[in-house]
């Protein structure tokens, strides 16, 4: 087993706690999960960084999703060092070795110079370790690598030497430094990697593990990283882009990389990547590659034995066969309404993210209100929305407060302006007042890490701006499915041309097309191919290419100009469906050239209910959105219907003075009930008679949108 659902790049640091805004020069964290880029996560310290990983690594391994952790530092050390400071060479007993020695602090205070002195103890002369802040501190450690002479192990690591790093794993300061950052990330990697079934690459046999560690370096895509425009903090680029280029390169390059270790690698670690630099920038330049594998050859088969297939046999059948086909990539929030998303959102930030107030006011603490009249002096100053106040409010005093402004320290309940008096520095209000009265509480609509919105959701103008809310502003969304339209037969001619006898205009493919771009699809018109093998084949070809899934219509029976028919069954990937149906009982499903094909009727009003009732929701499971069903409501019928058994049927239909009244002729060659209806009655299998008020399914058009 060597795919990974998830990639996950830690920029890691050795320095004091980041502020509170993101900054360069902390803990960045960069996902990909099943081929779709996450916003970068910022932690300020290495407490927080750990606590999140640990999270992540449960809840990564409970969704059944395999990852692959890469960390920016060394895990291991030039051969003979790790024998020389612990006796064995098996470098995790090292991790170990530090996980006892190494002190760390939330505000970022630690021991690692201490822990460097005691190890540079037990090798004679100077060093290995060297670099320090001051010149005085640390007698230990030299300021300066003169002099230091390595002959116990190397300078640098065989894995070091090929990737062209530019450090050292045993500098301790001065830039470009990592070996702080490893003294620092190794006692973290040595707990976590107790956590459930984690394996370190390459270190330990991680083909099976659920979680695997490694060391990667942001230096193998510099070129990319450079490139990056506006205002992104170039360590959080750096791990997105580099969990892009793992998460976009196919499984079986990724397994190649991970076996391209050199001789030493057992005892020194090495490096994912190293010598793969070109590879990795090309997958960072791109988007991700990370693709849906394409439909089978006989994913439309039906049991053996079927020959007529009632329709929610028929849907059921679809809906356990239909699989995602398109990929994954990021776009701006501006751009993303109508998108379908590609993972769970979650929120980098609580919504409201701090407790304030829902009414223009006067804040105070809500405790010492009692009954009666209140009068509570008023501190100098005020609370607004985007203006909040510095200080806090002492017990028994009041502050001006607006709409939207977070409440000051000592404030937990607002009375309205309306229900105040105020004078000499004074508000005056009648009590008592609930506690926490006209305020909202922080992440009382999302909580910070909470899911926002799930993967699979059309995105909605409101959920842009429940994103926004949250932190995001950039999302993961499923390509746009493309679904090529292609009418077939000689009888055919483009609309507004000069129609022949015999002829006719071609009305399904305006229909087809306009209606898969209201469904939020990419279209490719692929026109009209004659009755002819030759043309139908190229017209099919041509739709492979670009297309994610063909809708034809006509020649989908068994006739001798069926050549949609034909032709799939010489690829031997056709099923002809005989739906249970009226209208539209022929439908003939395969795929050519990995795409779905769904051979729909000629006739312009099976057409549409087939697409309507099978392409639609088919093309909703296609495109990530998951199976479609239609909202349909029960309402009384305005029409008399008898209805043999045998067959679903669908009668074009429309809502006036609150009944269901049908088109007055059933027939499918009268496109003009199509115009005239906005929606379908649907009819069960059985026989039914109708009358006047009896309740009967209606499902507007719009509600197949």
């Not at 916003?39 to 999270?55: D, F, N, T």
């Not at 802040?133 to 390595?150: F, H, L, N, Q, S």
């Not at 909605?460 to 926004?468: C, M, Q, R, V």
């Amino acid at each position: 087993m060597t795919e990974f659902d998830t990639i996950a790049i830690v920029d890691w640091s050795a320095g004091k706690r980041a502020p509170v805004r993101p900054s360069k020069d902390a803990i960045w964290i960069g996902v990909a999960r099943n081929g779709a880029e996450q916003e970068p996560v910022y932690c300020r310290s290495r407490i927080e960084a750990e606590a999140w990983l640990s999270g992540f690594i449960e809840a990564e391994a409970q969704a059944g999703r395999r990852v692959l952790i890469g960390f920016d530092f060394p895990f291991g050390y030039p051969r003979g060092f790790v024998r020389h400071v612990t006796g064995s060479d098996d470098p995790l007993q090292f991790w170990d070795w530090l996980a006892t020695r190494i002190k760390d602090s939330e505000p970022g205070e630690n021991n690692r110079f201490d822990v460097a002195s005691e190890i540079n103890r037990l090798f004679d002369g100077a060093g290995p370790f060297w670099g320090k802040p001051t010149e005085d501190g640390w007698p230990d450690v030299p300021y300066r690598k003169a002099g230091i002479i390595y002959d116990i192990c190397a300078e640098r690591r065989a894995c070091d030497l090929a990737a062209k790093a530019s450090s050292s794993c045993f500098q301790l300061f001065f830039n470009p430094t990592v070996g702080s950052q490893a003294l620092m990330g190794l006692p973290m990697l040595a707990r976590l990697r107790r956590r459930g079934d984690v394996s370190v690459w390459p270190f330990q046999d991680w083909s099976t593990a659920q979680t695997v560690f490694a060391e990667i370096w942001p230096g193998l895509i510099e070129p990319v990283v450079k490139e990056v425009q506006g205002d992104e903090i170039r360590d959080a680029a750096q791990v997105r882009l580099l969990a892009r280029a793992l998460a976009g390169l196919l499984p079986e390059r990724l397994n190649a990389l991970l076996q391209d270790v050199g001789p030493e690698a057992q005892d020194e670690a090495w490096i994912l990547g190293a010598g793969h630099s070109d590879e990795l920038i090309a997958a960072a330049r791109g988007q991700l590659v990370l693709e849906p594998p394409p439909l089978r050859n006989d994913c439309f088969a039906l049991p053996a034995g079927v020959d007529w297939t009632p329709v929610d046999d028929a849907l059921a059948l679809l809906r356990d066969r239909m699989t995602v086909v398109v990929g994954v990539e990021t776009v701006p929030l501006m751009q993303a309404a109508g998108r379908v998303l590609a993972g769970d959102l979650v929120a980098k930030r609580s919504n409201p993210p701090h407790p304030n107030t829902a009414v223009d006011g006067y804040g105070f603490a809500g405790a010492g209100i009692g009954e009666g009249p209140q009068v509570l002096p008023l501190v100098e100053g005020r609370a607004a929305a985007g203006a909040p106040f510095a200080g806090s409010v002492p017990a028994g005093q009041a502050i001006r407060v607006l709409t939207g402004a977070d409440l000051p320290g000592g404030v937990d309940t607002v009375v309205l302006d309306e229900d105040v008096r105020v004078g000499d520095g004074q508000v005056a209000f009648h009590g008592p007042l609930k506690r926490g009265a006209n305020t909202r509480k922080a992440g009382e609509d999302v909580t910070q890490g909470g899911k926002a919105l799930e993967a699979g959701r059309v995105l909605t103008p409101a959920d842009l701006a429940l994103a926004a809310a949250v932190g995001h502003g950039a999302v993961p969304v499923r390509k746009r499915l493309r679904v090529a339209v292609l009418s077939t037969g000689d009888e055919i001619v483009e609309p507004g041309s000069q129609a022949s006898e015999g002829q006719i205009f071609d009305a399904n493919r305006p229909m087809l097309l306009s209606l898969c771009a209201g469904f939020g699809f990419d279209v490719m018109d692929m026109g009209c191919a004659t009755d002819d093998r030759g043309a139908v084949r190229a017209a099919l070809d041509a739709a492979a290419l670009g297309a994610d899934v063909i809708l034809t219509s006509g020649g989908a029976s068994a006739g001798d100009e069926d050549h949609i028919s034909a032709l799939l069954r010489e690829s031997g990937a056709i099923q002809e469906w005989r739906i249970a149906l009226k209208p539209g009982r022929p439908l003939a499903l395969g795929v050519w050239g990995g795409v779905p094909v769904f051979g729909l009727p000629g006739n312009p009003v099976a057409a549409l209910v087939c697409t309507l009732i099978f392409a639609r929701p088919a093309m909703g499971a296609l495109s990530g959105a998951g199976w479609f069903a239609p909202q349909g409501f029960t309402v009384p019928a305005a029409f008399e219907k008898h209805k043999k058994p045998g067959r679903r049927e669908f009668l074009r239909a429309r809502i006036r003075q609150g009944g269901a009244e049908v088109f007055k002729s059933e027939g499918s060659g009268r496109i003009s009930g199509l115009s005239w209806a906005e929606g379908l009655v649907e009819l069960p299998d059985g026989a039914v008679h109708v009358r006047p008020g009896d309740p009967v399914r209606y499902i507007p058009f719009s509600s197949f949108q």
